[in-house]
């Protein structure tokens, strides 16, 4: 296979941009921006999540079996770059963002116009990345969308012309 066909060829798969969210329990919080998600299933509501094997994102959604998908608007290009980088939880914000506890007790960062709740139902454990099979079990929508909903979800090539997860 040629290295440079592959890359081009899977890198024009188009993606939004998300924050995973997770609470250990135990003062430990996981935040990660991903790309990697899809809805997979209308009954049960299904998503699925390719997440790094070492990331503490991983290391709490296997744990505790809960995560949430945090929507990210057009605007909220900043916010995707604070969580490329590892968490830090201090005076109630996860690095530095307001969020509150959902329903199943996952944090849901408070600007983002919306977020999903979700269980997980099974890890397909192949790769560097492994695949998170979950049911949305809540579902939260703090700034409705004017117009079509996939129109407000800040995308990959929002993030630059070097910005890629992928290929
Ligand atoms: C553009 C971009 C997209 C990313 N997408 C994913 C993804 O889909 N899944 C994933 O596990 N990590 C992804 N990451 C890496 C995570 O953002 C990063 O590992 C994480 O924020 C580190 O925190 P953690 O170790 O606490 O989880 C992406 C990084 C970048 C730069």
């Known amino acids: 296979m040629n290295a440079d066909a592959k890359k081009t060829a899977l890198r024009m798969i188009p993606y939004g941009i998300y924050v995973l969210t997770a609470d250990?329990?135990?003062g430990g919080v996981a935040a990660a921006t991903v790309n990697w998600v899809t809805?997979?299933?209308?009954?049960p509501p299904l998503v699925?999540?390719?997440?790094?094997?070492?990331?503490?994102?991983?290391k709490i959604v296997k744990e505790t079996k809960s995560f949430a998908l945090n929507m990210l608007g057009k605007d909220q290009k900043g916010l995707a770059f604070t969580f490329f980088k590892?968490?830090?939880?201090?005076?109630?914000?996860?690095?530095?963002?307001a969020y509150k506890k959902g329903a199943t007790g996952v944090p849901i960062?408070?600007?983002?116009?919306?977020?999903v709740e979700c269980k997980v139902t099974s890890i397909v454990e192949q790769g560097d990345?492994?695949?998170v099979v979950a049911e949305v079990v809540e579902a939260h929508?703090?700034?409705?969308?004017a117009g079509r909903p996939d129109a407000a979800i800040l995308e990959m090539k929002d993030l630059g012309d070097n910005v890629f997860y992928g290929g």
Not at 109 to 115: C, G, H, K, Q, V
């Open 24 to 26: 250990d329990g135990k």
């Open 39 to 43: 809805q997979s299933a209308f009954a």
């Open 48 to 58: 699925v999540v390719g997440v790094k094997t070492d990331s503490g994102a991983y």
């Open 86 to 97: 590892p968490a830090t939880v201090a005076d109630g914000k996860i690095s530095g963002q």
């Open 109 to 115: 960062l408070s600007d983002a116009p919306a977020a």
């Open 129 to 131: 990345h492994h695949v």
């Open 141 to 145: 929508v703090m700034k409705p969308p």
